[in-house]
């Protein structure tokens, strides 16, 4: 599967960017990642929303780039990740980010911590 990253609104909350990520999150295609998100917040985005429900596989690169876009929005807005199959979160959970980003099963659960 390529590769692929799209980016819109989420329907609940028009102040919030949503990236949906589709496919494997490697060291080949983290630099796709941080490239669109880092454009995303050059215009201002600060409520970023990432939407994991369609990646399969996530590496330490691609995790970083989380870290990276956390950085950068963290002091004026937030970092929500949603989606995350059992084996993403796998890889998460191995490097501690459940304790520095704030994770949730599904788009129902990111609309109740809003409310």
């Not at 589709?22 to 080949?28: E, P, T």
Request: aromatic share 8%; proline share 3%; charged share 30%.
């Amino acid at each position: 599967m390529e590769f692929k990253v799209d980016i819109g609104r989420a329907e609940w909350d028009p102040k919030t960017t949503v990236i949906k990520l589709h496919g494997s999150l490697d060291a080949q295609t983290a630099p796709i990642f941080e490239k669109e998100a880092m454009s995303a917040i050059a215009r201002g985005e600060r409520r970023i929303l990432v939407d994991c429900g369609g990646i399969n596989f996530v590496s330490s690169a691609g995790v970083g780039v989380f870290m990276v876009i956390l950085s950068e929005v963290e002091s004026e807005g937030f970092l929500k990740v949603m989606n995350l199959s059992d084996e993403v979160f796998e890889s998460f959970d191995i490097l501690g980010i459940p304790e520095v980003m704030e994770i949730y099963k599904d788009e129902k659960e990111v609309r109740k911590s809003e409310a």
